[in-house]
């Protein structure tokens, strides 16, 4: 099936630990992105990259970091975890950045707990 | 900054209503304007987009309107059915690389 897959779907882990999420497209596009979904669901920019720019919200931790190893997957490492770091983290994906006509693809998302 | 309002917050219609979900928005010069749904446990899936020299898109059951000059967006349902019960979220794109800024959306429930 064409989509946007993440896993784990769900990562329980100890304060100052450090954990990766993984994130991969099979639909061809060009961008992906992070995405932060806190307690009351508000969903907030984390990071956009395509193979020529990485754009980083400013709000964003430097404990967090996109890796990219092809186009088709970005990965999300949280490096020294804290317990606001609890929150479902979506990734997504466009046909160009957002200035596009195409629509962004959500996976599943990824429910963080800190403990 | 781009801000987005969703009115209201939460909403529960008997089936069969047509109803309207609203967005507002505080900067007009966006690229363009999409309507997703959130189910819950769920990513989001994309219902509607509208260019920003569109006025409307439509899908089934669903239509979505954009005033760009008064800075606002509707999402109209139609004949709504249990099924349309989920969480409905506006987000725009200024047409730069760093994504969408989302509402906080409005809950909504289908009475069967």
């Known amino acids: 099936d064409t989509a946007v897959s993440q896993t784990p779907k769900y990562l329980v882990t100890q304060m100052g630990n450090d954990k990766s999420i993984k994130c991969e497209q099979n639909l061809g596009h060009d961008t992906m992105y992070w995405y932060k979904q806190d307690s009351k669901k508000f969903l907030k920019i984390m990071f956009s990259?395509?193979?020529?720019?990485?754009?980083i919200n400013e709000t964003v931790p430097n404990r967090f970091s996109p890796k990219s190893p092809d186009k088709a997957h970005l990965n999300l490492h949280i490096n020294s975890l804290e317990l606001g770091d609890s929150a479902v983290y979506f990734c997504?994906?466009?046909?160009?950045?957002?200035?596009?006509?195409?629509?962004?693809?959500f996976g599943n998302g990824t429910r963080l707990t800190v403990t | 900054k781009q801000e987005v309002t969703q009115i209201p917050a939460a909403l529960s219609v008997p089936e069969g209503e047509n109803l309207v979900l609203n967005c507002s928005f505080t900067d007009s010069a966006i690229y363009n304007l999409q309507w997703f749904r959130q189910d819950p446990g769920k990513g989001l899936t994309s219902l509607l987009l509208i260019q920003s020299s569109q006025r409307e898109q439509t899908s089934g059951r669903l239509n979505a309107s954009l005033d760009k000059s008064s800075g606002r967006s509707t999402l109209y349902i139609a004949a709504s059915q249990p099924g349309d019960s989920a969480t409905y979220l506006c987000a725009l794109s200024g047409g730069g690389a760093d994504g969408l800024t989302f509402g906080k959306g409005t809950h909504l429930i289908i009475q069967p």
């Open positions: 997504a994906s466009s046909q160009g950045s957002g200035g596009s006509k195409s629509p962004l693809h």
């Open positions: 990259y395509n193979n020529k720019e990485l754009i």
